[in-house]
């Protein structure tokens, strides 16, 4: 696997399915603060992909609140519903390929059978991949046969590997509903936009191991990664939408700011307080130190809302 050249470029890729929470902004100060620490470019992409799931509004009050937190992006924003052609021609080259196929199984079928979890879920048993049926209006699945085991280094987590057939199966490439999936968007989005540096949230570490494997396919280069802890609530579960995490207030960043380069175990010396977000983001980069990123500060629960 060739490791991608060039500038150092990040990118922040909130899912607009809700307000910004925390926990998102926590990746985001890691994302900028580690692209811009080796001078690098930080992108914005809006994840508009699965459109049922986006709240109207919600990707214009994250922009607005990553302005209001000192985030300055560059380049245009880029926003995944607009580029569901480009997706589609990715996916005709796996269907070339030979790789993709038509399933009807549905979910409450999957869970009736035996079936095994892995750390992306239910693993498809591959009841339709040699069944050869057509490809219109069916869920796409990759068949993951013959993708053997996919290991990376993680900045923070060190070696990761995952046998993608037998640990994870054969992922969904495009729902019935024509919706196209995360990991497919996400693998081409990164490569046209030249990431070669993701950093983002440790609930998508076993995820990259299906990226780096469609990379593979499509002959993108490989970029490297760093997954943040993830930051969680008091029940111990990952700030989101779902676990009822709170919109941030865009009142008071600066303290905002200085809470998440906390969890992120970055130095916050008392006069930072006093500081603008425009200029607390600054001092971050320019102290910035991935290694200082501390499990126990990470894990350790938040109350977002205060
Ligand atoms: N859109 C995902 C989220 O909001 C992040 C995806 C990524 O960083 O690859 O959780």
Not at 1 to 22: D, E, K, Y
Not at 37 to 64: C, F, Q
Not at 85 to 91: A, K, R, S, T
Not at 188 to 214: E, K, M, P
Request: hydrophobic residues 35%; contains cysteine; negative net charge.
């Amino acid at each position: 696997m060739q490791p991608s050249v060039g500038i150092t470029t990040g990118r922040f890729a909130p899912t607009p399915s809700g307000p910004l929470h925390f926990g998102s902004l926590v990746t985001a100060v890691a994302s900028y603060c580690h692209a811009k620490s080796m001078k690098g470019k930080w992108l914005v992409r809006i994840e508009d992909l699965d459109t049922p799931r986006v709240t109207t509004g919600a990707a214009d009050d994250i922009l607005l609140a990553i302005e209001a937190f000192g985030f300055e992006w560059d380049d245009d924003v880029l926003y995944q519903s607009q580029r569901f052609q480009i997706y589609q021609g990715y996916l005709d080259e796996l269907i070339q390929l030979g790789i993709v196929y038509g399933c009807n199984c549905s979910r409450k079928k999957l869970l009736e059978k035996p079936h095994h979890t892995g750390p992306l879920g239910t693993i498809y048993g591959g009841y339709c991949r040699h069944k050869h049926q057509q490809l219109n209006n069916i869920k796409l699945r990759l068949n993951t046969e013959q993708a053997g085991k996919i290991e990376f280094t993680d900045q923070y987590y060190g070696t990761i590997n995952r046998d993608i057939d037998s640990e994870i199966g054969d992922i969904i490439l495009k729902r019935q509903d024509g919706i196209y999936a995360y990991h497919l968007a996400v693998v081409i989005d990164d490569a046209l936009q030249q990431v070669n540096y993701i950093v983002r949230g440790a609930d998508l570490i076993d995820a990259t191991c299906v990226h780096l494997y469609l990379n593979r396919l499509f002959g993108f280069p490989d970029a490297q990664y760093l997954h943040v802890p993830l930051v969680k609530n008091k029940y111990g579960e990952k700030l989101s939408k779902q676990s009822g995490a709170t919109a941030l207030s865009v009142e008071n960043p600066e303290k905002l700011l200085l809470k998440a380069l906390h969890i992120l175990g970055q130095n916050t010396p008392a006069e930072l307080s006093t500081y603008k977000p425009v200029e607390i983001l600054q001092y971050a980069i320019t102290h910035w130190d991935s290694k200082k990123i501390l499990n126990h500060s990470a894990n350790s629960s938040v109350n977002d809302t205060d």
